[in-house]
């Protein structure tokens, strides 16, 4: 009955599988041994076996993304390039380092010395950011400056003006990491240690590259119209506050500002006039407020002080801005307010009746072509040297060249232009020894070594030295 049914169940398979003329045994043999295949179809070789596919699923552990480390807050990147760091405790404390006073900024006898900045003046200067994140002051103990023969000159021009009641003007100019930026602190510190009140602009780009805010101001009679920057303004008026601060309490206003967001009366002190400003639209009311109290003519208690107004980087303010008006035309930067009140001192259009100074100082490494600028600066200098030259250095400009600034000419016929060069041999040779001193130079300090360092600084150049000697330890 078994070998019975095996037959019904294979012939019953004979429709389906197609076999004709084949017996049985044959046919099963043929399905048992060779299988139903397609690699014949498939292209290969006659009577090769064929071997099926191990089909297997592998579920591959999927990889975990390389930890990166907390993202950087919105600004921090900024914060940290502008970080400023001016000291560091594993250098060697100076032996003998002596402090800067305000008479020995223009005492000749202070000239090629190394001094020391007073803490307090320290703070005054970080709140008018006067230091810079390319300066080196992170690799020493404490910040400290040489003083040089130009500084000697300028402390004594300004002391000279504050006496006599005169404005100082004065443009810093010189090759590219000179000093200009260290001989504006200078001065800066001059003016804290004598108790000036102290306007800085650190950065003057800032002003002129669309980066902040501006609003239009009613337009004067017969001049351009004019736009200020109240978040910068307000910014201003925040350090002048944190710096001259103890200097603004002890005079008082002589007028009441009733028309101010926030009312001043009259006998507040100053220091409460710029603490009037709160607003971002409160600032320029408040600065006009405060420039006239401190350029005012009427008998006070107090006599005011002398006023120091700074700026770094003058290039970027004589000429066009960003900065677009109504009609879409570029914003010329002397029609900027701020800009304005400051050129205007610089021209000598406005004096400081109690005496002070305006000091600009150029920039060679981040600054625009300024044809006009450099034309009336080598005019300039060569009328101070009162040589041929003077004759010869016209402000004509070439006959290729189109955009010669007559507004920029006007705000530089009569200003003192200091040429500052390299170090001497002897403040090379002070400096050099500040640095083995404090443990960042280890290599022998004599003549030969700072001949040869001091040639190849480009004859002295402060920058040029720093990265000749100490490179290799900024981090």
Known sequence: MAAVSGTRRLVSLQPVLGWRGVGLGAAAASSAVRPLSTTAACGGPKGAAHVRGNKQVQMRK??????????????????LRRRIVLSNGNALAVTGLEELTAS?????????????????????LRAVGAFKPSQSFSLFRR???????????????MQQAAAARQTLRLVVDGDRIAGKSILLLQALAHGFMNDWVVFHIPEA????????????????????????????????LQAVQAASGPVLARHKTVRA??????????????????????????AWPV?????????????????RPPVLFALDGLAHVMGYSRYRDPAFEQVHAHDLALVRAFVDLLAGAELLPHGGA??????????????????????????????DAATNTSLTPPPYFRGFDDRVAAALHSVRVLRLCGLSRPEARSLMEYWAASGVLRDRVDE?????????????LVGEMERTALLSLRP
């Open 358 to 387: 305006v000091i600009a100082a150029t920039s060679r490494g981040n600054a625009p072509a300024c044809l006009t600028l450099d034309l009336a600066l080598a005019r300039r200098l060569a009328e101070q040297d009162q040589t």
């Open 287 to 303: 600065f006009q407020a405060l420039w006239s109290e401190l350029t005012t003519t009427e008998p006070t208690e107090i006599a």
């Open 257 to 282: 500002y009733d028309r101010l967001q926030n009312p001043v009366a009259a006998g507040s002190t100053l220091l409460q006039l710029v603490a009037a400003a709160r607003e971002n639209d409160h």
């Open 448 to 460: 030969q070594a700072v001949a040869g360092t001091w040639s190849l600084a480009g004859n002295g």
């Open 62 to 79: 999927k990889k975990k993304a390389p930890p990166r480390g907390k993202t950087a807050e919105p600004g921090e990147r900024k914060q």
């Open 143 to 157: 910040p400290s400056v040489l003083i040089r023969a130009e500084t000697a000159t300028v402390a004594a021009q």
């Open 104 to 124: 020995r900024l223009h005492d000749s006898d202070s000239v090629g010395r190394v001094l020391a900045l007073p803490d307090g003046v320290v703070d005054q």
């Open 205 to 236: 780009h800032e002003l002129t590259s669309a980066s902040t805010d501006y609003a239009p101001l009613d337009p004067l009679d017969g001049q351009p119209p004019r736009f200020v920057q109240p978040a910068y303004m307000l910014q201003l």
